[in-house]
């Protein structure tokens, strides 16, 4: 129950997390439109200036995706060289993508009258014809802004790898921290064998939460010393009771089974099984 209680937090935890770097995305990208259209807008104003224009407006900034539209109320003379400037100062005030791409369209049929591109590395920008003008007439400027691969892996979302592991992490150490669940207890007969509990019919050795599962030949065996505390038992008689029905005994079988049965009975020092050599086994029990 509480593996469950623990699983579904850290699941609420993340999911809560997600949303809100979801919402911290969303806020950033209209952050981002209104510092674009706001920076913009001083574009279009710089340009009616240089027309020596300071009465006519600057139409409303349109936003389609990832381009942005800037229509006058009147005709003007672009000069690429001022453009350039004005675009790159207003967009770094505005310290907005320096990747993107700007294009002078003709109002009356959306022709590309001049354009140039800015990139992130500047020697690959491409800015030609900078010294020739457009001539006085009905111009549209649209601006283009390339999506960053860097966008991904901004703040937000390194906040959010970041809290997403220490979630798991916590987790996980709570779960580790539990410690081993209470084992069930055993029903039918048992044996006290020290601080163990032995289940001869379900080959079951418990130590209070602790259960450790016996073999069959392994059970049999710490039955049989169990039943004569601190009595040396020899080695034919274990190997017949135990043997007698399987076939043919290999070799070292019993001392084997005797091994496995010491590392299992190892946490507990008030018992050992001991060797009585050339005679057979014992289970000292003190006290």
């Given amino acids: 129950m509480k593996k469950r209680i623990l699983y579904y937090s850290g ?16 806020e950033t990208e209209d952050t981002t439109s209104k510092l674009a259209k706001t920076a913009l807008r001083e574009v ?22 990832d381009s942005y539209r800037i229509s006058f109320q009147k005709t003007l003379a672009i000069q ?6 004005l675009v790159e100062r207003s967009l770094h005030k505005g310290a907005i993508s320096k990747d993107y791409l700007v294009e002078v369209l003709q109002c009356d049929d959306t022709e590309v009258a001049y354009s140039y ?5 500047e020697e690959n920008n491409i800015i030609p014809c900078r010294g020739r003008g457009l001539p006085e007439d009905c111009y549209t400027l649209q ?26 992490l916590l987790v996980e150490f709570l779960r580790l921290k539990k410690g081993p669940e209470i084992v069930p207890a055993l029903n039918g007969e048992f044996t006290h064998v020290g ?3 032995l289940y001869p019919e379900q080959n079951k050795l418990v130590k209070e939460a602790e259960e450790i599962s016996l073999s069959v030949k392994e059970c049999q065996l710490l039955t049989l010393l169990a039943a004569q505390p601190n009595a040396v038992i020899k080695r034919e008689e274990l190997t017949k009771k135990v043997w007698e029905d399987n076939g043919v005994v290999v070799g070292r079988s019993l001392d084997t089974y005797i091994s496995k049965l010491r590392k299992k009975l190892k946490d507990d020092e ?3 099984i001991s060797n009585v050599h050339g005679v057979g086994y014992k289970l000292e029990v003190k006290g």
């Fill in 143 to 168: 601006i283009t802004f390339n999506k960053q691969k860097a966008s991904f892996f901004n703040k937000q979302t390194l906040v959010f790898i970041v809290l997403l592991i220490l979630t798991i």
């Fill in 80 to 85: 690429p060289d001022s453009l350039v400037a």
């Fill in 117 to 121: 591109a800015v990139l992130n590395e």
């Fill in 44 to 65: 279009g104003h710089q340009l009616l200036l240089a027309n020596e224009d300071s009465t006519s407006l600057v139409l409303p900034v349109i936003k389609k995706e």
């Fill in 195 to 197: 601080s163990f509990r």
């Fill in 270 to 272: 008030s018992i050992k």
């Fill in 11 to 26: 699941l609420l935890v993340i999911m809560t997390l997600g949303v809100m770097v979801t919402m911290g995305f969303q």
